[in-house]
Every structure is written in structure tokens, then in C-alpha cells.
């Protein structure tokens, strides 16, 4: 049979943590580091938000214009049928939902070397 006394003992002494010199300086550099990460964190999830909300409003503007251009006339619809031609050459690689895509995985993976590299600093 185990003794009470000793494991009550053993019991509070892993109970209560350590006391060590530096335990404020390091609690501090801790916090520090965690804020920084964090407003390094908001400042790129509003960039992204706001190029997010840009690209929605351009793609909105455009198809609104794209409709009511194409009501003018018989020759403003063929002309902006001549530009949309043009414009979807440019993306025959996928579509333009493609191009969206790949650009923001580049700026998520920009985000992340930033984020890295701060945190090495």
C-alpha cells in the first residue's frame, strides 16, 4: 500500500510550477511575439479583404456596364462583343476564375514568407 503522506507531497510539488529567474523577461518576449504576429495578421487579412472586395465590385461594375452597353445598339453590342473576345483570349489558359486563383494563392503564399520571416527576425 502507497504511503498518503508522500503522494499528497508528490502531488502538490507537481501541482506547482517552478519558479525560475527570468520568468517575467520570457513571459514578456512571449507576449510580445504573439502581438506582433497578430497585428502582422490583421493588417494582412484586411489587405486581402480589401483586394477581395475590389475584385467583386470591378467583376459587379463590369457586367452591369457589359448588359447595358450591349442594350445601346445593334453596333455597340458588336463592338463590346469584339472587346469581350479580346479579353476572353487573354485567359484562354482556364478562365479568368483561374487567373483569380493563382493570383490570390501568390498573395497567400507572400503573406506566409512574410509572416515567416518576421517571426525569424
Known amino acids: 500500500m502507497a504511503d498518503l503522506d508522500f503522494e499528497t507531497q508528490l502531488a502538490r510539488l507537481y501541482g506547482q510550477a517552478p519558479a525560475f529567474r527570468d520568468a517575467d523577461l520570457f513571459a514578456q518576449q512571449v507576449t510580445d511575439r504573439l502581438d506582433r504576429g497578430w497585428a502582422l495578421r490583421r493588417v494582412l487579412i484586411g489587405a486581402t479583404g480589401v483586394v477581395a472586395g475590389v475584385a467583386a465590385a470591378a467583376q459587379l461594375v463590369s457586367a452591369r456596364f457589359s448588359t447595358e452597353f450591349s442594350e445601346m445598339s445593334h453596333e455597340g ?29 501568390a498573395g497567400l503564399a507572400l503573406a506566409f514568407a ?6 525569424e527576425v
Open 114 to 119: 512574410v509572416t515567416r520571416l518576421m517571426d
Open 77 to 105: 453590342a458588336q463592338q463590346l462583343g469584339k472587346l469581350t473576345q479580346r479579353y476572353d483570349q487573354l485567359f484562354t489558359l482556364g478562365g479568368s476564375e483561374t487567373l483569380w486563383l493563382a493570383v490570390a494563392l
